[in-house]
Structures are given as structure tokens and as C-alpha cells.
């Protein structure tokens, strides 16, 4: 089973706070990804990355921003939180070999109030 | 037209029932496949690989149909525990992001 780790699980914050949500792999792998999804409804990819220093932007328009300054990590930002940003967040990453198996982290659960 | 599309369902059957859910996808190049099963409030996890020749594992047999473009899952002697969202995914390389459906619902009851 693969270690991806995020925290917090859950986190409730006000309108306007700065947010980081956590995500990190032991397993050295290049491939991450972040993904958006409301309760009940389809996921949606936010953000990846192949590599250190590289970010895509995913298929569904995010005001978070994202880094990779090292393999491990890759945490995502909200410079101002809105209650519009409420929904679950998903970290995964996937081996390079190109059997693209993805495996997610238990979420972090967002809620702005 | 959506890259992946799945009915969303809710399928409620009785225990022990086989139940069948079809999965199509848009982009003829699409070269892997594969089905995840999410519980409810939890992260998706891989259920099996779709291959061209199809495949089982235990009560659950995957197909795949290149000409007509879609994926299937059989669900065979339904069990309370199969109760879960399946989705549906779809890639078109190992080096493109993973594309999900919105999932089908399944309730298998008593």
C-alpha cells in the first residue's frame, strides 16, 4: 500500500484566512496530483505535477496554487479562503512506469465559513 | 460530449444479485482503463485494471470494448459490502492525467 499522507484531515477557517494543505509521499515517486470534489459529486483535477519545479494547472479553474520544490511534498495554497472553496481536496500520486494506478491520500475537508 | 460517462444511478439490488454497469468514453486513443471504488465520504481506491482481453478477479469481471468504446463491470453475487460509488476511469498515455467519470451508485441491500 502506498504512504500518501495529508493533513490536516479536517480544518474549518474563516473568509479571507491563507490556507496550506499538506500532501507527501515516501515513495519518491514524480507523479502527483490534486484533486477537487464536492459531496456526492465527480472528482475534479485541480493541479499536478511530474517532477520538482513543474505544476500543471488540471481540467477545473482553481484560485489555489500549487508548488513542488521537492519530490515529497506538494502542498496547495489558498491565499484567501471563500466559502465558495468548501469541498474535499485529494492528493494522489502514481508510479512513473506509466501504469498510471493512482493512489489518493484521505483528503483534507475544507470548510470556510 | 463528456471524455468519460457513466449512469449515475443509484442501482439498488438484493443481495446475491449480479449487476452491470457500462462505462463510455469519448477519446478513441484512450489506452488505459481501469475502475475505482469509492466509499462514501472516503478517497477513491483502485478496483482492477480494464484489459483489452478483459478480466476477472473473484466476483468481479472488467471488459473492454475498443470498437464501440466502452468498459464494462460485472458484479457478480452482490454482497452489503459492494455498496460503493464505481468509477470509471480513463487515460489516454502513462504521461496524461487520469480522467474520471462521474461514478455510478450502487446499493446492495438485505
Known amino acids: 500500500e502506498a504512504d500518501i499522507y495529508q493533513t490536516p484531515r479536517y480544518l474549518v477557517i474563516g473568509t479571507g484566512k491563507k490556507i496550506t494543505l499538506e500532501c507527501s509521499q515516501t515513495?519518491?515517486?514524480?507523479?502527483m496530483y490534486w484533486y477537487q470534489q464536492d459531496p456526492g459529486m465527480e472528482l475534479h483535477l485541480i493541479h499536478y505535477?511530474?517532477?520538482?519545479?513543474?505544476?500543471e494547472k488540471g481540467d477545473l479553474s482553481s484560485e489555489s496554487t500549487v508548488s513542488r520544490i521537492r519530490t515529497e511534498h506538494f502542498p496547495l495554497t489558498l491565499e484567501s479562503a471563500r466559502p465558495s472553496h468548501t469541498s474535499q481536496y485529494l492528493c494522489?500520486?502514481?508510479?512513473?512506469?506509466?501504469?498510471?494506478?493512482?493512489?489518493f491520500g484521505a483528503g483534507s475537508r475544507l470548510t470556510v465559513l | 460530449r463528456k471524455e468519460v460517462e457513466q449512469d449515475p444511478g443509484p442501482f439498488n439490488v438484493p443481495e446475491g444479485a449480479t449487476v452491470a454497469f457500462n462505462c463510455t468514453y469519448s477519446?478513441?486513443?484512450?489506452?488505459?482503463f481501469f475502475w475505482y471504488r469509492q466509499d462514501c465520504r472516503k478517497e477513491p481506491k483502485l478496483l482492477m485494471s480494464?484489459?483489452?482481453s478483459g478480466n476477472e478477479d473473484g466476483r468481479f469481471t472488467a471488459q473492454l470494448n475498443r470498437a464501440s468504446q466502452y468498459i464494462s463491470l460485472l458484479i457478480r453475487d452482490s454482497k452489503l459490502s459492494d455498496s460503493a460509488t464505481y468509477l470509471c476511469?480513463?487515460?489516454?498515455?502513462?504521461?496524461?492525467?487520469?480522467?474520471f467519470g462521474k461514478g455510478t451508485r450502487l446499493s446492495v441491500i438485505a
Open positions: 494522489a500520486t502514481t508510479r512513473d512506469s506509466g501504469a498510471n494506478v493512482l493512489t
Open positions: 515513495m519518491g515517486h514524480d507523479k
Open positions: 505535477s511530474y517532477g520538482v519545479n513543474s505544476t
Open positions: 477519446n478513441s486513443a484512450s489506452q488505459s
Open positions: 480494464v484489459y483489452s
Open positions: 476511469v480513463v487515460t489516454l498515455s502513462g504521461n496524461t492525467p487520469l480522467v
